[in-house]
């Protein structure tokens, strides 16, 4: 089955942005009717709305649209559903263009973002004291705004995508662009096209392959820093014990007879009672022998080869910087369930 992004009922966030360095995006453009998700302060994001100006390219089935999902389907060749075990997904719109796809996703980070603050601040509510009178009314405003807006949302979600909380959905690519983020002659990044996927195959084999070298990386990054912590525990163990042994000599020196009590006055010291000038420090005084470096360890073979394999085929490097603008998507929807 080809690989889709999942938008969960409780977290409407589409765009994942990977470690390693990989963008998503974020290129310069003109400010469209919703901020980012994470732009401006808590308060802004939970109260602000939509724009009431259906986006260009948003395509579909809103709200009181005759078209059905195999019209649709086959205008914009596009399959009209999503098979998966849990129950298929049926198409409900096709957006197309980069600017509507990231108004899209903006609107979906912003309306996810929305419903898990309103969801917080409610439990937040319960939680507080009867006595607490002035902040249960302060709190109860806020919650009350932002309920307010995220209505108004939704009703614009409805009207445009056919977006609805009823439902599950997911988000399929059918056309997207690949950049690497440069940095231009005025120090301001610049973005760079190098590949473009066109069909949802070939979007699916990237993220694929993206992913699993994602995720080898982590298990190799942990790998390293176990060996790390368990390299330091072994070095300080070993320096506390030559420590302690260097200690005990000290204590019973070299030669001494414990069942003498004294010597003859006149006779020599014991050797070891005093060390000569220039004797070298006890054992376990001199520093700890050095730990391997871990820092930086060298990928595997494995994970070396498939870097290589994601240059020479999408020219995606993923230690570098990169951003994907999606050009053409299918929403598809089913029934939520209830847990």
């Given amino acids: 089955m080809n690989m889709r992004i999942m938008i969960p009922v409780l977290a409407v966030a589409i765009v994942v942005a990977f470690a390693i360095g990989f963008v998503v995006g974020k290129q310069a453009r003109p400010a469209g009717p919703v901020a980012a998700a994470g732009a401006g302060s808590v308060d802004d994001r939970l109260t602000r709305k939509i724009g009431t100006t259906p986006p260009d390219g948003a395509g579909g089935a809103p709200e009181g649209n005759s078209v059905t999902p195999e019209e649709m389907a086959k205008a914009k060749n596009v399959p009209v559903t999503v098979e998966d075990p849990g129950g298929d997904y049926q198409l409900i719109a096709v957006i197309e263009g980069a600017e509507a796809n990231r108004k899209l996703t903006e609107n979906l980070q912003l309306v996810g973002a929305q419903r898990q603050n309103l969801v917080a601040m409610s439990r937040e ?42 439902f599950n959905y997911r988000l399929v690519p059918h056309a997207a662009a690949l950049y690497a983020i440069t940095t231009g002659a005025d120090g301001k990044p610049a973005p760079e096209l190098v590949h473009r996927f066109e069909d949802a195959e070939s979007y699916a084999e990237f993220q694929k392959m993206r992913e699993e070298y994602m995720l080898l990386s982590v298990t190799e990054a942990k790998q390293a820093a176990a060996a790390k912590a368990e390299a330091e525990k072994a070095a300080a163990e070993k320096a506390a014990a030559e420590k302690a042994a260097a200690a005990a000599a000290i204590e019973t020196p070299e030669g001494a007879d414990p069942a003498e009590e004294g010597a003859p006055a006149g006779t020599e010291e014991p050797a070891g009672t005093e060390e000569p000038a220039g004797a070298e420090e006890p054992a376990g005084e001199e520093p700890a022998e050095a730990v391997p470096a871990f820092a930086n360890p060298e990928p595997s073979p494995e994970l070396a080869m498939m870097r290589e394999e994601m240059i020479t085929k999408f020219k995606y490097d993923p230690l570098k910087k990169f951003q994907v603008n999606l050009e053409k998507t299918a929403l598809y929807a089913r029934p939520g369930t209830s847990n």
Avoid at 127 to 156: C, D, H, M, S, Y
């Fill in 125 to 166: 509510y319960e939680g507080l004291p009867a006595g607490a009178v002035q902040q249960r009314e302060l709190l109860a405003g806020r919650i009350n705004r932002v309920q307010q807006t995220l209505a108004k949302n939704l009703e614009f979600m409805a009207k445009n995508y056919g977006y609805s909380l009823r």
